[in-house]
């Protein structure tokens, strides 16, 4: 099952624009995670964000998240066009081992 | 070996046989996951490993899926009686313990199934 919706479902921009995706689940988390997939195959871990934090930078990425809300967002800035991929969001909820992932936001950034 | 390594990297089958898929994960890693991908759609959990710990096998999607990780360490999916609605690309992730807080799962590149 996938507890978590990225919202949009695909972003289009132009490279040096901010990209935010957002995120949405159900359970008590422990943790929050943003994977990033290029051409449908291995994802690549970004940045995770513990339920008791609310904020974390890494770069150009900036996650915040809002446990009250149940939400995450992932913001990107200045955009390059090597930012173009697919990004997921998962969730490790509290008492469970398993990851469980959103269903993606795919993001186009042209030159 | 440097990150997760899954073959074969593509396998195109006839429906009703059985195929076995491989995943070698990061040395030292206890936590490996298996999740498939369908075509544009999000991830699949289908069964988890945690050392010595009776696997989390509540995404196994029938009884034809099975999956087995040897000595801690290589773990083989496997497909009996593939059907089309099989195919998709899946996906083996590693990480250094189940319930760590610290870190992110890592990935490897997917074995594509297609079955025919």
């Known amino acids: 099952s996938q507890q978590g919706e990225e919202d949009p479902q695909a972003l289009s921009i132009q490279e040096g624009e901010n990209a935010t995706m957002n995120c949405s689940y159900k359970?008590?988390?422990?943790?929050l995670q943003w994977y990033r997939q290029n051409s449908g195959r291995g994802l690549v871990h970004l940045i995770l964000?513990?339920?008791?934090?609310r904020e974390k930078h890494s770069g150009r990425l900036r996650v915040t998240l809002d446990t009250s809300k149940k939400s995450s967002s992932l913001l990107i800035t200045a955009s390059r066009a090597a930012d173009t991929a697919s990004y997921f969001c998962?969730?490790?909820?509290?008492?469970?081992?398993?990851?469980?992932f959103g269903t993606g936001t795919r993001l186009l950034v042209s030159p | 070996g440097a990150g997760v390594s899954q073959s074969p990297s593509n396998k195109v089958t006839e429906k009703g046989k059985d195929v076995e898929l491989r995943c070698d994960p990061i040395?030292?890693?206890?936590?490996l996951y298996w999740y498939r991908q369908s075509l544009g759609q999000g991830l699949e959990f289908l069964i988890y490993?945690?050392?010595?710990?009776?696997?989390?096998k509540s995404g196994l999607p029938s009884d034809r899926f099975s999956a087995e990780r040897t000595g801690g360490s290589v773990s083989t999916l496997t497909i009996q009686r593939t059907q089309q609605e099989d195919s998709a690309v899946y996906l083996c992730?590693?990480?250094?313990?189940?319930?760590?807080?610290?870190?992110?799962?890592?990935f490897g590149s997917g074995t594509r199934l297609t079955v025919v």
């Open positions: 998962a969730t490790r909820d509290t008492g469970f081992q398993k990851l469980v």
């Open positions: 359970t008590s988390i422990n943790n």
């Open positions: 964000i513990r339920s008791n934090e």
């Open positions: 040395s030292g890693h206890t936590a």
């Open positions: 490993f945690q050392g010595n710990s009776a696997p989390d």
């Open positions: 992730a590693s990480s250094l313990e189940g319930d760590s807080n610290l870190g992110g799962y890592t």
